[in-house]
């Protein structure tokens, strides 16, 4: 590393948690593992202030404490307060101005620290990493945002770019967990910090030996959370998760109203192929079974229709054929033999009444399911909760953050069944609305 005296890939435990008590026991849990330096995440410090830079010095002295205060103005200011408070390295955003940064700086060495520049959102990242290391910036760090992440982004060649054209030490966030931290490590990066895939796992000592040991071997080792799904991947993702999950990454929405799975204990994922129909009419249902792909769930919109437009015969076909699934928006029957085949089928009502083939509607148009608008493409969930849908545009994003519910829902779990309670674990009267 040039034009540096680090000797070896530091490996910085993010503690991005509200509250302190459970950021402390997580880094008490971790730290013999391999951790390196503790930083007290933007979350934390926003949520308990310098009380939680005090507190990791206090506990942890032999480690560098980090400060990721992402200050934007009144550098000086805000250098001075966390220096006081125990933090060996504070961070400047990049993208402030640069007497900002400069005066962070100049506090900086008045109080025996260092800063640390994110850039993230930075547009020119060479550019700016040049300007701030000539201002006396010890540090830059490549990060990519969650926002961004949930999105597919990565620092590869960012941190490449840098490496080759400024002589500073650079640290990397986002997303990193053991499968990619070799390619960050071999792009250049000297800090590696690690929030979600140390934080969010049930067992946080393994997690990061498991980290530390993929940098020590420059080797990536099968991760199998926290893993950041690319398009081709994301129905695979999908059947991870459930339909809460979904709904809760979509601000509690996505759910389709008053749909209902007609056979219990089945979970379907997949892409939507969409039907229209009149009440009754189940001609244009069963011909879409034989144009469907394999895995693909047909949505079928009648119109809240009370007659029957699938039954057995209908499940059958579809089973054969490598169908995902069936969401309808009206009804089905035959719902003895439904639950003998074990096929997803989720409808709005049951009913012995069926229709006749008459061969009206259109396929693969915009349908109304359960009061949400279906797309062909649009991507489909469905469990004993109910049947959630996932704009196609937004997938990916929607998917990855589904994935991050459930890792954070994993770590809730398992400290409650180390004798905690949900209200404990999220403290949440602390958190309650002051009301009058």
């Not at 060479?126 to 490549?142: F, L, N, P, S, T």
């Not at 926290?226 to 991947?233: C, H, I, N, T, V």
């Not at 993702?237 to 056979?263: E, P, Q, W, Y």
């Not at 608008?373 to 998917?399: R, T």
Request: with cysteine; hydrophobic share 40%.
């Amino acid at each position: 590393m040039k034009g540096d005296s680090i000797s070896k890939i530091i490996l910085q435990l993010a503690l991005d948690i509200l509250n302190l008590d459970r950021a402390i026991s997580m880094a008490k849990e971790a730290v013999p593992g391999g951790i390196d330096w503790i930083e007290a995440g933007t979350p934390l410090i926003k949520s308990e202030g310098m009380e939680a830079i005090r507190e990791l010095k206090r506990i942890f002295p032999d480690k560098k404490v980090i400060a990721d205060m992402k200050t934007m103005d009144t550098g000086d200011f805000e250098t001075e307060m966390a220096s006081k408070a125990g933090a060996d390295i504070i961070s400047i955003l990049g993208a402030s101005d640069d007497s900002t940064i400069k005066e962070a700086i100049k506090a900086a060495k008045k109080y025996n620290s260092e800063i640390m520049i994110d850039l993230i959102n930075v547009k020119n990242k060479v550019d700016r990493a040049a300007e701030v290391q000539k201002m006396g910036a010890k540090y830059v760090c490549i990060h990519v945002g969650i926002d961004q992440q949930m999105k597919g982004e990565n620092p590869l060649q960012d941190i490449k770019d840098v490496k080759e054209a400024v002589n500073i030490t650079i640290a990397t966030a986002g997303g990193l967990n053991s499968e990619n931290i070799p390619d960050v490590v071999s792009a250049g990066a000297d800090i590696v910090i690690v929030g979600g895939s140390i934080t969010k796992a049930s067992d946080l000592l393994e997690a990061t030996k498991t980290i530390r040991k993929s940098i020590d071997l420059a080797k990536p080792i099968e991760s199998l959370e926290f893993r950041k799904y690319k398009k081709e991947e994301l129905i695979e993702a999908l059947k991870k998760v459930s339909s809460s999950n979904v709904s809760d990454a979509m601000h509690r929405g996505g759910a389709m109203k008053g749909i209902h799975t007609v056979v219990p204990g089945l979970k379907m994922a997949g892409k939507a192929l969409t039907v229209k129909t009149m009440n009754g009419d189940w001609a244009k249902v069963v011909e879409a079974i034989d144009l469907a792909e394999k895995g693909e769930i047909l949505v079928i919109d009648t119109n809240c229709g009370n007659i029957a437009v699938w039954g057995e015969l209908a499940t059958w076909s579809a089973f054969t054929r490598g169908l995902g699934g069936i969401v309808i928006d009206g009804a089905a029957r035959d719902i003895d033999d439904l639950k003998e085949i074990r096929f997803p089928v989720f409808a709005r009502y049951e009913t012995p009444d069926a229709g006749d083939p008459k061969g009206f509607g259109e396929i693969g148009c915009e349908v109304v399911c359960g009061g949400l608008k279906v797309n062909k493409g649009d991507y489909i969930i469905g469990d004993d909760s109910g049947v959630v849908v996932i704009p196609q545009e937004e997938a990916q994003e929607i998917i990855n953050r589904s994935l991050d519910v459930k890792e954070k829902e994993n770590r809730i779990r398992e400290e409650i069944k180390r004798g905690s309670t949900l209200s404990k674990v999220l403290k949440l009267k602390k958190w309650e609305k002051i009301v009058g």
